[in-house]
């Protein structure tokens, strides 16, 4: 860590220190601060404004593939949280507990939500009789807390905020599509909303939900290598269905358990667009989601009043275009050096900056400053406006091509442990791996490399029977091995 | 309560008992229902549906008028609770408290949130430091936790959904103006929106924010002659604001306390439109915010499969024609006779239902009818979908002025304590009153008449000095007397 003094509003370098970088991004781009209430994060306008974009777009696929939102108790009663052996003992450690209501001691102490398979179980035990009843397709946007002692704004957080989706089916099949199609869902919002570059996979046993058959995640890459769980998909079999007593009639009159599925994507998603394109300017934003998405700076000159009259009526004009179509934002506070203004919008990760000057102007035309790789052009203001639309899809695709470039070039193909551990050598990649998907082989891996873990086995390779990385034994899978948030 | 047999999926009337009227019409509407959790609700797609309507409406006017949403941790440690001393004693005795994090005993409890104004000022006294930073101007959706020994859906649960509005000011006429200004946002939903009728006005003493200088609201009129109390916006002056120790330098150099504002509306709203606008045959949804706008239901009969053709070709003609402006649904369950589905959209409270039968198809029409009056038309096919959203309006236009005349009806206008007593001689009434606003002449009223409170003070109206109905001394206000839930 450097010892030099420094501007204490700039930012630390990532190459110095990547996790105080991002502190210093979360913080001074004012997304989220910590609080005096242990381990529970507050999340400022603009953060918050960053989250309701990405919740409408995944809110948009959801209700597109047939759910409906609803919403459950934030308090679970303990004998309910306990029915289900695994998923219990999964969540204790975690867990907060209610104690006194108003001013009495309770009976019967109350979870505050880590997750709601358990009340939306006992609840659908009372509303699933017949096969008609069948596909239950529900989603709930809702805070879950999960005790945690170390503090992480987004990443890490004792309370957080989720989408949670929860489903009852007929077959395992359907339940099986079902886990891949919401996966589908939190990948395309990844790829072609957040610009991420994510690897889908199936989690090992050791790394699975409790109380699930199996998880599937999508895994993203951070710009220095490490990767983050950024959105899971449970296939619950019948395990929470049998220990709720869910029953239905069949078609064929028999009585059955309904298999289930539930998948979430948090608040921690934030932290991975965070992550993924920062630079040590700040946040650089992907468009689709950017609170501003276009930042009008007007440069105004005192001794200059027919200019700034000029600009003025061009920062309207723009306004007026962009209405309803790009979310544009003109800069008029008064007391700031335009230098002063770039740098707040490019802390801030805008994906584009206009400049209104009026000499520009007087050419009739604006200069443009893309976040993304800071490529300067010259617009004439009569086009400008329509153009922003395709402007902003261009930024997207910069973007995107810059974070699957991380990908491939962070990307190692490792045959044995010692290939592992020489992958490692320079710095954390994300190494593939033929793997067999055997406990004890995960535990060789795990000890090969400092805190590197089995993220996923691809759903997009197979392991075309070579020999495991630890066992030697054919692998069907390829693991993707990585050290993670 | 009647003790003849009845269907038991049939609605208690509302003559017979409002209240179970209303509790069957929020179950087997699927709204929402009681959970095993004391004190809270599950809220169903249809009634959560709902909800997102009414949000996004005033989502909107929150944004209109300058707000932004943020996001304030769930958790209140008790010794920030407790600094502002109305306050604390107003919200203790609802507290629900987390006394154990994790598997260890907490060194300091925390109260769930039952309002946000503690852990605000807490974290703002951090941010505000100039006049410059003045306004703060934000808003949060979050769930609050307030405990209750009986439950009623919607109306009184433990846990709710709400907006908490929170704002800064330099001055205390701007915060003056901001209350106002939320209150006529509040007054807008209840009345363009929901179709309700309320009288806006300020709180007394009694009646007012724990910790508020004053608290105004909107009582709007149940079916049954109730008020309830359907949004309330306070101006706190400086009292959190000193509590807590949030300072500014001013315009003049010196330090000073901000004044402060807070507002809120909760999913109690829900209840008030169904308490408005209901009926014996189940809910009336105010078109602007209903989940579904329009129903269609095909007739289809086995023995003229060419008519049946021509019915579900109608059909998906009036889907693609309200894609994008009406929430337009068919209804194609199989194995339900149209009466079935006549009733279970009744039941649901749809404004409008349009049968498709191959008989009118013939001729080129289908035929309409309107929940809130049961009026029947007979439209061309060709026609009906352009027409969707003026018919909605229509119907919005009727279930307003059918409000607002059970408001004229049930409004009485007394003189004095004997004029009161008369008034509810016959059911409860909206009572208008020449009042002083002392609280000796409060408690006079409520001794009155059972369970009658001073529901508001009436903004729209003055006492212009008349004799004040309890104690004779010239009065300002004109109270409006009602009960309420």
């Known amino acids: 860590m450097s010892t030099t003094t420094r501007d204490p509003k700039a ?76 998923h219990v003992e999964g969540f204790a450690p975690e867990v907060a507990w209610v104690t006194q209501g108003g001013q009495k001691k309770l009976e019967e102490r109350l979870a505050v939500r880590p997750t709601s398979e358990t009340i939306i179980c006992t609840l659908y035990a009372d509303w699933i009789h017949s096969w008609r009843d069948l596909p239950v397709l529900i989603n709930q946007w809702a805070n879950v807390v999960r005790w945690e002692k170390r503090t992480r704004l987004f990443l890490r957080t004792t309370e957080f905020f989720w989408q949670e989706g929860h489903t009852f089916h007929e077959t395992t099949d359907e339940a099986k599509f079902e886990v891949e199609q919401m996966l589908g869902c939190y990948r395309e919002l990844a790829e072609e909303w957040l610009a991420m570059a994510v690897i889908p996979g199936r989690k090992t046993e050791s790394e699975k939900f409790a109380g699930a058959d199996y998880t599937m995640s999508i895994e993203a890459i951070m710009s220095d290598g490490l990767a983050l769980q950024s959105g899971t998909s449970h296939h619950l079999g019948q395990n929470f269905t049998r220990a709720y007593n869910i029953t239905y009639t069949g078609r064929d009159n028999t009585v059955q358990h309904p298999f289930q599925t539930s998948w979430g994507l948090s608040t ?64 008029r506070r008064e007391g700031h050096r335009p230098g002063e203004k770039y740098a707040h919008w490019e802390l801030r990760g805008v994906p584009l900056r206009i400049v209104v000057g009026s000499r520009d102007l ?41 974070a699957l470039k991380l990908l491939e070039d962070h990307s190692r193909e490792v045959a044995t442990l010692d290939e592992l551990r020489g992958a490692f050598a320079d710095g954390p990649v994300f190494a593939n791996a033929p793997f067999c998907d055997r406990p004890e082989c995960e535990v060789e891996v795990k000890a090969a490399v400092h805190a590197v873990t089995v993220r996923c086995l691809r759903t997009d390779r197979s392991g075309e029977g070579r020999p495991c990385l630890a066992c030697g034994t054919p692998a069907e899978h390829i693991a993707v091995i990585a050290r993670a948030y």
């Open 11 to 86: 930012i630390t370098p990532k190459s110095e220190d990547f996790d105080r970088w991002y502190v210093d991004v979360v913080r001074r781009a004012e997304l989220a601060d910590y609080t005096p209430v242990g381990g529970c994060m507050v999340v400022r306008p603009y953060g918050w404004g960053l989250w309701e974009n990405v919740r409408d777009a995944l809110d948009a696929m959801i209700k597109r593939t047939g759910h409906e939102n609803m919403q459950f108790p934030l308090f679970i009663p303990e004998s309910l949280l306990t029915k289900e052996a695994e």
């Open 268 to 331: 921690r998603i934030i932290g991975g667009v965070i992550m993924s394109h920062g630079d040590d300017r700040g946040l650089v934003l992907p468009p689709r989601v950017a609170p501003v998405q276009v930042v009008v700076v007007p440069i105004e000159r005192s001794n200059d009043p027919e200019g700034t009259e000029a600009v003025r009526a061009a920062c309207v004009r723009l306004e007026e275009e962009a209405a309803g179509r790009v979310r544009l934002r003109v800069d």
């Open 362 to 402: 007087a050419e009739g035309s604006v200069s443009l400053v893309r976040r993304v790789d800071g490529a300067e052009m010259r617009l004439p203001l009569g086009e400008v406006g329509e153009r922003l639309p395709a402007l902003l899809d261009e930024a997207h695709v910069l973007l995107r091509e810059r």
